[in-house]
């Protein structure tokens, strides 16, 4: 998938999306990964950003 910012294109990105029950349930391994990953993102953020993302 490529991902564009400002007409730049990112590269090597990570997006982790989640359901609310995952959100809370995956909360040490999100800690965990944080620093590697780029978005952490449950289902309605996607929903209300995936624009930004395309």
Known sequence: ???Y????MIL???IWVT???GWNKMSKSLKE???DINYILN???LTKCINNFI
């Open 43 to 45: 289902y309605r953020m």
């Open 12 to 14: 090597n990105t990570f």
């Open 33 to 35: 990964v944080a620093p």
């Open 19 to 21: 359901d609310g029950k």
């Open 5 to 8: 910012k400002n007409n730049l």
């Open 1 to 3: 998938m490529q991902i």
